[in-house]
């Protein structure tokens, strides 16, 4: 089976600081997704990434930034912190070849900014 | 923290009843659509997918009916146990694979007494 794993099931940061989620999975997914969940808000697309060293904007990126260096793993990165960034964090990875849609996502990282 | 259950529509059934989940879509664009299950505390899981030119796929006690006309989604389950309670998205996707992503319904939470 896929796995995609997410480092931290719970995190608390304080405001300002720079908080790195991160992700890995081990299928060699070429496509890899970061969003994030709040109550009435459902899932809501952060970033994703087609491949290694591509990277492309969600519908809700302010605030955030990406790095995929290695095709296994895809870290969201908080720059500064803050209150509004509490929320559930999903990562999703998925096969790029024709007809395959589907994600395979992660356990969450429940995130807290204080 | 706050479920992500919380301001979701909720369907409450006996165990044994048989359920149905609605959805509604966006886009007469979208070539395919999905349905997750999240339990609580875990990331969502895929259950069944249904591609646009089918209006009807069954999985084990699970069946997804698409209506195009309307746009619209569902997924019934069969003899529902208490073990299906969780929240259910439907997603579709519109795109070729490996440049498109997956957009999500908002969810419905289905709560089974025994």
């Known amino acids: 089976d896929v796995k995609v794993t997410q480092s931290s099931r719970y995190l608390v940061k304080r405001t300002g600081e720079k908080v790195f989620l991160e992700c890995v999975q081990d299928?060699?997914?070429?496509?890899m997704f970061w969003y994030r969940q709040d109550p009435g808000l459902g899932l809501r697309l952060i970033y994703f990434s087609y491949d290694v060293k591509m990277k492309e904007k969600g519908d809700i990126p302010e605030g955030y930034s990406v790095s995929r260096e290695k095709k296994e793993r895809f870290s969201l990165i908080l720059e500064s912190a803050s209150t509004n960034q509490t929320s559930m964090y999903l990562c999703?990875?998925?096969?790029?070849?024709?007809?395959?849609?589907?994600?395979?996502f992660g356990s969450g990282t429940r995130l807290t900014v204080v | 923290g706050e479920s992500v259950g919380l301001h979701l529509p909720t369907l409450s059934v006996q165990e044994g009843d048989n359920s149905i989940i609605n959805c509604a879509y966006s886009n007469s664009a979208s070539d395919y659509f999905i349905w997750y299950k999240q339990e609580s505390g875990k990331g969502p899981q895929f259950i069944i997918d249904?591609?646009?030119?089918?209006d009807k796929r069954q999985g084990q006690r699970v069946t997804v009916l698409l209506n195009k006309t309307v746009k619209h989604l569902s997924l019934q389950i069969a003899a529902t146990q208490p073990g299906d309670s969780a929240v259910y998205f439907c997603a579709e996707n519109i795109g070729n694979s490996g440049y498109s992503t997956l957009t999500f319904g908002k969810g419905t939470m289905l709560l089974v007494s025994p």
């Open positions: 999703a990875s998925r096969s790029s070849l024709r007809g395959i849609y589907g994600y395979t």
């Open positions: 249904i591609r646009s030119n089918m």
């Open positions: 299928m060699d997914h070429e496509n």
